[in-house]
């Protein structure tokens, strides 16, 4: 495992392992595979390292599929975060930058090959719409909640001014 690797963990803690209320007892102590419930022959799992008394384990093949979901997030997150260009288009409601466009398919590849639901506004909590997602009119979101971050999106223009939760 490489150090960028390891540091996806945090995120994967906060992003993508479901709470250990929502897991059985097998995926809670590490026999069985946190996502799809594998069960995993000793020695074969990915330890997820969440924390003291829980040991939430990954199967070789889901690991670098949730690991993809959470790193395209981040890029995407931190190259719009800091392209004046992707902020002001937000704004406005247009696409982000041409840098931003491959970062989105990117991420909406990874969310596709992990399963994960349609992605919703946070502001308005209407789906992101195909045509949306394709003309690249959103924009990752994270905040903090009362316990943890928490991440999702945006649509780009008037949802970025009316009730996001920042």
């Known amino acids: 495992m490489t150090a960028t690797e390891d540091q996806n963990l945090t995120d994967l803690q906060f992003f993508e392992i479901p709470h250990m209320r929502q897991l059985t007892d097998q995926q809670n102590s590490g026999a069985a595979c946190v996502w799809c419930a594998d069960t995993l022959p000793p020695t074969t799992g ?58 989105q398919t990117a991420l909406l590849r990874a969310r596709t090959a992990a399963h994960k639901s349609q992605p919703i506004c946070a502001s308005c909590h209407d789906p992101l719409t195909q045509q949306e997602l394709q003309a690249g009119t959103f924009v990752p979101l994270v905040w903090m909640g009362y316990s943890s971050p928490h991440r999702g999106f945006l649509h780009t223009g008037a949802c970025m001014w009316n009730g996001s939760p920042f």
């Open 46 to 103: 990915i330890n997820l390292r969440a924390g003291i008394g829980w040991a939430p384990y990954s199967c070789q093949p889901c690991y670098p599929i949730r690991t993809a979901v959470v790193s395209t997030y981040r890029d995407l997150y931190l190259h719009w975060t800091s392209c004046e260009p992707c902020e002001d288009a937000a704004l406005t409601g247009d696409p982000l930058c041409p840098t931003a466009t491959p970062q």
